[in-house]
């Protein structure tokens, strides 16, 4: 999957309503509609109510907010434009590592399928 796929699909599990599915990415118009505030800035708990976000994973969500910090360069607890470019490339790389980390899992549960049943004939034979 590339970089621009993702990043499209990360912005539809935060906004389905309006994540653009082909063409550039409009951010100003991504945090104009997350910003429930009307500040121009994103607040953790504007992330926290984006549609989707409850439906993630608790890890994933704590990375998010790990990702939130990270992208508030200047420690203002909001996330200006730039900041929230950042914040989402971040997310994206969560995202990116957890699907990794699934398919390994998958991967070795399937081995040790395949191994099990040598191992009890292994056993057996003793
Ligand atoms: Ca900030």
Not at 16 to 36: F, K, R, T
């Amino acid at each position: 999957m590339c970089l621009r796929t993702s990043s499209i699909l990360m912005l539809s599990i935060l906004l389905p309503c309006c994540s653009p599915v082909w063409g550039e990415v409009d951010w100003a118009a991504l945090l104009d509609n997350m910003d429930l505030s009307r500040d121009g800035t994103i607040h953790w708990h504007e992330v926290k109510h984006s549609m989707g976000f409850k439906g993630l994973p608790k890890d994933v969500r704590k990375g998010f907010k790990e990702a939130f910090n990270a992208a508030d360069i200047n420690n203002d607890h909001v996330l200006a434009l730039e900041e929230f470019k950042a914040f989402y490339a971040r997310t994206e790389m969560i995202v990116q590592d957890r699907d990794r980390q699934l398919v390994e899992q998958a991967r070795q549960r399937l081995q040790e399928r395949k191994a099990a049943p040598l191992e009890g004939s292994v056993k057996s034979e003793l």
